[in-house]
């Protein structure tokens, strides 16, 4: 039994959670139940919602889990994304995720879901109840219960249809008035196979863990319930209700989702070899202290003896253990205290001196002969200051001087050599990742981990700035995993597939998985003529579904060309796109992309690109570079052939610069961020314009993902 704890402006909301599997609790929250707070861009008079939904499986088949957590992440977003009343945000809601799952279903007949909902909003004292399908709710307020439906013995009206069945949604609407110490339980049609009296019994019990504890020895074999008690937001939480953050707490933040996170364990950390050695040193130290103390001793008796007092009881104090330890002691207090102002003014002298020659070379670089000269001299005087900024910073972290002369010298540089600085957003962080394909789609980004043989999905934040739940390894595609019955190999790339909606995964064994973009619902194939490939680098896909996998060793590189047939691989033959007297030879290839029109771009590693039409190579080149900018390296590329872009975007690592060009090859811009370390490892990027024509970079460097907003 899980506990949480919401807040809204009048009551806050303790929740809690009991999911039972096979007669066995599960500890962690059913999935697809969710409470939320507004969120800080919620629509106008949305503001002090608190918003509860479950979603339960419904129907023959059942959906993996995190199918059901999306569903009721879609519910609770498009709740507070939406305008107008309380019902017409549900009726909106439940008609959105209705017709996802609708489509859904008429696109995949042989596997075909379906759901029941109840949503339910708390606005000032008032709760409004939706539900589609099996799901329902009792609630104890005032010492009188009240069932919705109204009466579970009703098979019509406790089973109406459920979502993703018809074009409409079937919904119900109910509103109730809840006061101080109003329960309710949420829960699937386990609930009402339940009888009212029990459960409205355990409803009355001393507090929100007894509830909790009374439904588990009401279930069977399976049960999924969501328990809210309202109290005033001044109430003192019980101990016994285990306590988490606000949601409101969490609007803007990452999103507490059904799922409870694994949390490893730190590996115990090996000591290092200079730790070991030190504690030998320090017992070998302490050791051959102990016997300057026993020599200091024998001097100390020796001295007691010649020049102490024949009375012992008249023992003059200079004679005493403490007057000998002050002795010995004093000396060695003094050359401490020495050496350490000694180091503390070197540092401060060497920063200092440090300091100076900055100032002097800034001096140089502001003053008129060099303001006013070429443009060359300008950036190697500005060079030569920037190298000292280093130095020094390094003596001193955070001087603000330097800090400041770091900013103008910078942005001197970044005007003379078309350099943009777009700061940086954390989108997600992947422990142990390798980030080297990354793919946006709507509000999921779907990256490639190289280095683990693993795809994640990670859905963003109605901003598209942030995480919603941290990121979720996608299981078919691993390397290593047995999608369908065959052995994944390692994952050469991932794309999008325009046709079908779907992500595609290729390993170099040929397995290919095709995941459907909201629901993850995946199929698995393989594919032929593997046995020609001879080092696969990188894949695209056409909007016909048309696959090109870039061969980096078949004969100074080729590109073999895969044709879509009925949704899906299986029996297609590959053919040689490029061929005959006119086939050009590809250097080192490394990455592949097609527009619209199907010109087909291919990225060398010392960053040149080739475009190409009907296997024949057309005329293309990047063009207008500023001269202190060359793109003589790469990693990826990404091609936006909207309308309202026209753009290639390079990412060149060894410059920590993402280059942009137009399709023809024109010099655009070129983005860094602020700390040019973060791009130390950069390797990839996807570009979208959200719902405000913002253009928004997602790269891909090390082990993050950033976000990186164009300026207007």
């Known amino acids: 039994m899980d506990g949480g704890y919401a807040m809204a402006f009048e009551f806050e909301s303790l929740i809690g959670y009991l999911y039972v599997v096979g007669g066995r609790q599960i500890h962690t929250a059913p999935p697809g139940t969710l409470c939320e707070a507004a969120p800080a861009r919620a629509a106008r008079g949305r503001e002090a919602d608190t918003f509860f939904v479950m979603v339960s499986p419904s129907g023959d088949s059942a959906a993996p889990a995190n199918f059901y957590e999306r569903l009721s992440t879609l519910a609770a977003d498009r709740y507070f994304a939406s305008s107008g009343s309380v019902t017409a945000g549900l009726r909106d809601l439940f008609a959105v995720v209705n017709r996802h799952l609708y489509d859904y279903n008429q696109k995949n007949p042989q596997k075909q879901y379906e759901a029941s909902m109840i949503c339910a909003v708390l606005r000032g004292a008032d709760l409004i109840i939706a539900r589609c399908g099996a799901n329902v709710a009792m609630l104890r307020s005032d ?21 993703g069945v018809r074009p409409e949604a079937d919904i119900h609407l109910t509103q109730c008035r809840v006061n101080n110490g109003t329960r309710v339980a949420f829960g699937d049609a386990n609930l009402a196979a339940m009888t009212a009296p029990r459960i409205d019994n355990a409803l009355v019990s001393v507090d929100l863990a007894t509830v909790l504890v009374s439904l588990k020895e009401l279930a069977k074999l399976q049960l999924a319930v969501m328990v809210a008690e309202f109290v005033p937001p001044t109430a003192s939480t019980p101990p016994n209700v285990p306590v988490a953050e606000s949601t409101a707490g969490l609007s803007g933040r990452k999103r507490e989702t059904a799922t409870t996170p694994a949390v490893s364990r730190p590996r115990e950390k090996r000591p290092s070899v200079f730790s070991v050695l030190w504690r030998h040193g320090q017992r070998a130290l302490g050791r051959l202290l102990l016997q300057f103390g026993k020599v200091f001793g024998v001097f100390g008796k020796m001295i007691n003896r010649y020049f102490g007092p024949e009375d012992s009881k008249q023992k003059r104090w200079l004679s005493s253990p403490a007057g000998m330890g002050t002795v010995v002691m004093l000396p060695v207090f003094v050359v401490a205290m020495v050496m350490a102002l000694w180091l503390s003014g070197t540092e401060e002298s060497e920063f200092e001196i440090c300091l100076q ?17 070429d443009r060359q001299r300008i950036l190697e005087t500005w060079g030569y200051v920037q190298d000292k900024v280093e130095d020094c910073g390094a003596l001193r972290p955070g001087d603000q001087q330097v800090s400041a002369i770091r900013a103008e010298g910078q942005q001197v540089t970044d005007r003379l050599q078309d350099i943009t600085r777009l700061q940086t957003t954390v989108i997600q962080s992947i422990p142990a990742a390798s980030l080297t394909r990354i793919i946006a789609q709507g509000r999921n980004l779907f990256a490639l981990d190289s280095a683990n043989g693993q795809v994640y999905q990670i859905t963003l934040t109605g901003d598209g700035l942030g995480s919603q739940a941290g990121f979720y390894p996608i299981p078919e595609m691993r390397r290593g995993a047995s999608p369908g019955g065959f052995l994944m190999g390692d994952i050469i790339d991932i794309a999008y597939s325009p046709n079908t909606d779907r992500i595609v995964a290729l390993a170099d064994n040929g397995i290919l998985v095709q995941c459907e973009v909201r629901f993850l619902d995946c199929r698995t194939e393989r594919l032929n003529g593997v046995e020609q490939w001879r080092r696969p680098m990188a894949f695209t896909i056409w909007t016909n579904g048309t696959l090109y996998l870039l061969d980096a060793e078949a004969q100074s590189g080729q590109v073999w060309r895969y044709p879509l047939s009925g949704g899906t691989f299986t029996g297609s033959t590959p053919t040689e796109y490029f061929s005959g007297p006119a086939r050009p030879t590809l250097q080192n290839p490394i990455d592949i992309q097609i527009d619209g029109g199907g010109n087909i771009y291919i990225l060398t590693a010392d960053g040149t690109t080739t475009k190409h039409f009907n296997a024949q190579q057309v005329n293309f080149g990047y063009t207008s570079f500023p001269e202190s900018q060359r793109l003589n390296a790469a990693q990826t590329f990404f091609l936006d052939d909207t309308v309202t872009a026209q753009s290639i975007y390079v990412v060149s690592r060894n410059t920590r610069t993402i280059f942009e060009t137009s399709l023809i090859g024109n010099f655009r811009a070129s983005y860094r961020p602020p700390d ?22 997602y790269v891909a460097s090390g082990n993050t993902v950033f976000a990186m907003v164009k300026d207007d």
């Open 143 to 163: 010492g009188q219960t009240r069932t919705i439906p109204d009466d579970w013995t009703d098979d019509d009206a406790l089973y109406s249809p459920p979502l």
């Open 357 to 373: 020659e900055l100032n002097s070379r800034y001096e140089l670089a502001r003053s008129p002969q060099i303001a006013n000269s």
């Open 676 to 697: 040019e370390s973060l791009f130390e490892l950069v390797s990839a990027v996807a570009v979208v314009a959200d719902q405000n024509r913002r253009e928004i970079l």
